[in-house]
T-cell receptor, first 113, second 112 residues
Framework: DSGVTQTPKHLITATGQRVTLRCSPR?????VYWYQQSLDQGLQFLIH???????AKGNILERFSAQQFPDLHSELNLSSLELGDSALYFC????????????FGPGTRLTVL | TQLLEQSPQFLSIQEGENLTVYCNSSSVFSSLQWYRQEPGEGPVLLVT?????EVKKLKRLTFQFGDARKDSSLHITAAQTGDTGLYLCAGASPGGSYIPTFGRGTSLIVHP
């Protein structure tokens, strides 16, 4: 158990819908990262937040957005869902977010039908 | 966009055999990390290498960072069934924000 929690574990929805994935970092960690893992693309970095502020963006689509709240939990919002958005979405946390050890959550498996 | 190429993509071996997994790029990385991921779980960090030429050992696993910090290898001695999993390398670009680039991974199956 990494100490990072993600909900829900599984999510099945239809094209065009909007979903919210939630992540609670390890106690004391200020940084939260979001990743997308699919069979054809591998693990892709989406976005990084540190203490409530966006720090870096990766290959995140405009239909996707994220935020980190004052209690440090984070949410990833995915809208206008397409079939190709079906993937595993991981959240990871670290203490400072400058290449220090990231602890990954168990992931949310999103299926878009 | 920095790319990390991992090889081989798949590896199926018998318990007790040795193996090496490679992670290559044309870009320089400030650090490189190796992770292992088991089905249904998130990746777990095995090691971080920072200095060119650095070698780190973790029990039966030996990690090496290339002198030019563009490539890395993971060698497993006397593989065990518990080593089965997806091995991912991830590089961090020099300077500025930490934006990790992951390889596609090597899927290892160790048969008893």
């Amino acid at each position: 158990d990494s100490g990072v929690t993600q909900t829900p574990k599984h999510l099945i929805t239809a094209t065009g819908q909007r979903v919210t994935l939630r992540c609670s970092p390890r106690s004391g960690d200020l940084s939260v990262y979001w990743y997308q893992q699919s069979l054809d693309q591998g693990l892709q970095f989406l976005i990084h937040y540190y203490n409530g502020e966006e720090r870096a963006k990766g290959n995140i689509l405009e239909r996707f957005s994220a935020q980190q709240f004052p209690d440090l939990h984070s949410e990833l919002n995915l809208s206008s869902l397409e079939l190709g958005d079906s993937a595993l979405y991981f959240c990871a946390s670290s203490v400072v977010g400058r290449g220090d050890t990231q602890y990954f959550g168990p992931g949310t498996r999103l299926t878009v039908l | 966009t920095q790319l990390l190429e991992q090889s081989p993509q798949f590896l199926s071996i018998q318990e007790g055999e040795n193996l090496t997994v490679y992670c290559n790029s044309s870009s320089v990385f400030s650090s490189l990390q190796w992770y292992r991921q088991e089905p249904g779980e998130g990746p777990v960090l095995l090691v971080t290498v920072v200095t060119g030429g650095e070698v780190k050992k973790l029990k039966r696993l030996t990690f090496q960072f290339g002198d030019a910090r563009k490539d890395s290898s993971l060698h497993i001695t006397a593989a065990q069934t518990g080593d089965t999993g997806l091995y991912l390398c991830a590089g961090a670009s020099p300077g500025g924000s930490y934006i990790p680039t992951f390889g596609r991974g090597t899927s290892l199956i160790v048969h008893p």
